[in-house]
């Protein structure tokens, strides 16, 4: 076959390429691409773009709008250039307080010294080895210490929190050999097609993708009951659904692999259940037999206090998943079980880049600082003070509904004068919030999430919060 085209290596080449390239010019006017222009137009007419970022954001943007991929959508148009601690500086200079984290990754701070160390340490040895094939020190050593800190006997590396969920999903499957999950409204586990199952956060994640079988059940929302019931007079009504209605409707636990439950819901708008909540989900799948599997990615690493969400709720789950703040900026995933349960053969799972000597060098610098520093009562502490102060500002401000969070990962609703969600206020305060320097996300149809660095100074987070305040009342107009 390759004797009649030629070569492999010149397939293709030159011809097509030139080809191709000059086709992208001439079908330019109907390159679907160019509809991604239109970011910059909306960052303009909607936040007066101009006014806001300077020249070399604005040329970024620009660029940045004709090659990426238009699936991606950012809120305002910030272009970082570099940070420290709980600061942002933009391509242009402008600082900003950061209330972000990159989606709830930089615990351990931007430019932490300590992570920056043992990343330039093992820079200088060696990046990437296989780890799938091969044995070293740094995946190891982090392996150590996510067993001290979690409990857990045994650790799967992948690179990401979705990657985590597919491991988990395919553990469950492999062990218990049923092929149906249990997951719930509003949850978030990423967008690859087996964790996409699972999520069901925005239709609009979901739509033209399949997916594998998965029921939903009601989250304990108690701000929006879905079942118009109270807290403490339900009982979780919620959690005992699953036992009630799932399992007597419309999926025997006899075919239910796992069960998958973020501790405290992020994506989906920072919703946290009560104590009792976790407890009655644990108790219905030992009950039934069915795995549990906890959806850290987003809630561990110190996000809410202890090490992992779960325990604030005095929850072991069968399985755990962790990403995000793991690796302090550098991408990481792992699953975490017990030996017993993590009892699958070679070849069965695994993957090129799990166990990044960098990423686990990173990772295990940050873990250590964190520890060292007493994280779990600072995160309390300052979780504590920002929730109040917030909670002063609602008085005052009807438009935000709740205040609510766990350590630091807090929410506040915004909402219309008859308690119905308030998205396009909720974003208004977001665009005047970057306005004042201070960086936020929305999250959930109606809330603003506050997830900094667990770095914070007290001073940063007053300071950030005297500028949200001038935001909200702008905003609240
Ligand atoms: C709880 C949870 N699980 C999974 C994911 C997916 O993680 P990733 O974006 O790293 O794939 C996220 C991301 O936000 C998450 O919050």
């Not at 970082?80 to 615990?107: H, L, P, Q, T």
């Not at 093992?122 to 800190?149: I, N, S, T, W």
Request: glycine share 8%; proline share 5%.
């Amino acid at each position: 076959m390759w004797e009649e085209g030629g070569s492999i290596l010149d397939y293709g080449e030159p011809e097509t390429l030139e080809k191709w390239r000059n086709s992208e010019k001439t079908e330019k006017s109907e390159d679907p691409m160019r509809k991604q222009e239109t970011e910059l137009d909306f960052f303009e007419q909607e936040i007066g773009l101009l006014d806001v970022v300077g020249p070399r954001a604005r040329e970024i943007i620009g660029q940045d709008c004709k090659v990426m991929s238009a699936c991606v959508s950012r809120p305002y148009p910030l272009v970082v250039d570099r940070a420290k601690g709980s600061v942002i500086k933009d391509i242009d200079g402008k600082e900003y307080i950061d209330f972000i984290a990159g989606i709830a990754v930089m615990n351990s701070g931007h430019s932490n010294p300590e992570v920056n160390a043992a990343i330039s340490a093992q820079l200088e040895k060696m990046v990437h080895c296989g780890y799938g094939d091969f044995f070293a020190e740094p995946p190891l050593k982090l392996a150590k210490k996510l067993r001290e800190l979690s409990g857990y006997s045994k650790v799967f590396y992948c690179n990401s929190g979705t990657e985590a969920v597919e491991a988990a999903m395919k553990l469950a499957l492999w062990k218990t050999k049923r092929p149906n999950f249990i997951a719930f409204y509003n949850a978030f586990h990423g967008r690859t097609l087996g964790a996409l199952s699972l999520t069901c956060s925005k239709v609009r994640q979901k739509e033209h993708f399949p997916t594998m079988r998965t029921v939903h059940t009601h989250y304990a929302y108690c701000y929006r009951c879905p079942l118009n019931l109270e807290y403490p007079s339900c009982g979780v009504e919620c959690a005992k659904q699953i036992e009630n209605l799932i399992f007597r409707k419309e999926l025997s636990p006899e075919d239910t692999a796992a069960v998958f439950i973020e501790p405290v819901q992020g994506e989906g708008g920072y919703i946290v259940p009560p104590q009792e909540f976790h407890k009655e989900v644990k108790r219905i799948c030992t009950d039934n037999d069915v795995l549990l599997i906890a959806d850290e990615v987003q809630t561990g690493c110190f996000r809410t206090g202890p090490f992992l969400a779960m325990e604030n709720f005095e929850v072991r789950a069968d399985i755990t998943c962790l990403a995000k703040a793991l690796g302090a900026g550098l991408p990481i995933g792992a699953m975490l079980a017990d030996s017993t349960l993590m009892d699958w053969p070679p070849g069965v799972h695994s993957n090129t880049f799990g166990g990044n000597l960098l990423s686990s060098a990173s990772a295990l610098a940050s873990l250590e600082f964190l520890e060292k520093e007493n994280m779990e009562n600072r995160v309390r502490e300052m979780g504590t003070h920002i929730r109040q102060r917030l909670r002063e500002l609602q008085e005052n401000c009807p438009c935000i509904g709740d205040v609510r969070g766990l350590g630091l990962m807090i929410g506040a609703e915004i909402v219309k004068s008859d308690k119905s969600i308030d998205p396009i206020r909720r974003d208004r305060i977001v665009r005047e919030a970057f306005k004042e320097g201070v960086l936020l996300l929305p999250c959930g149809d109606s809330v603003i999430r506050f997830s900094p660095p667990l770095v914070m100074t007290d001073e940063e987070a007053d300071l950030g919060l005297d500028k949200f305040e001038k935001a909200l009342r702008r905003a609240a107009k």
